[in-house]
């Protein structure tokens, strides 16, 4: 394993490569990031969006409610969705997404946001994909499930990111 991938690094920066091009985007294919959400993300997403509901910045209240703690807000939480698009398809055009909020999102827990292509269509020279979306918490408890569709601009998956 460590001489394929020693070799591998060796070929890519010496300008040859094992591959025959770029990866390309394909149904059933899942792209992940992983991110916790602090205080300041809470406090820096409320300050843009105007959401000072208490249950983000009051432990109490949000124990009043229900809940263990103080609440990532779940839009925040949703925005790795089209984070995740952008950075794997720069110029690509978020057009839809539906999401179901299924369990808090508390700050520190750890989130795995995941898109998977579920239905690829060529239109012109573009591409409309259609994504299933999931962010799960702490070691794969489902948080958050919907759907999203962008426009992409290629289907090669840009891999510096």
């Not at 999401?99 to 700050?107: A, Q, R």
């Not at 409309?128 to 290629?154: Q, R, S, Y």
Request: hydrophobic share 40%.
């Amino acid at each position: 394993m460590l001489v394929k991938r020693l070799v591998s690094s060796f070929l890519s920066s010496s300008g040859f490569s094992s591959s025959s091009g770029p990866r390309i985007l394909k149904t059933g294919e899942i792209l992940r990031l992983t991110r916790t959400f602090s205080e300041l993300d809470v406090l820096e997403y409320a300050k843009v969006s105007h959401d000072s509901n208490p249950l983000h910045f009051d432990s109490k209240c949000a124990q009043n409610a229900g809940f263990e703690a103080q609440l990532v807000h779940g839009m925040l939480v949703a925005a790795l969705f089209p984070r995740i698009i952008s950075s794997h398809f720069p110029g690509a055009i978020y057009v839809s997404q539906s999401l179901n909020f299924k369990l808090p999102v508390y700050i520190g827990d750890e989130i795995v946001g995941e898109v998977q292509a579920t239905n690829i269509k060529a239109n012109k020279e573009r591409y409309v994909a259609k994504f299933a979306t999931k962010c799960f918490k702490n070691g794969g408890v489902l948080a958050i499930d919907g759907e999203a569709t962008a426009v992409l601009p290629t289907l090669a998956v840009n891999s510096e990111w």
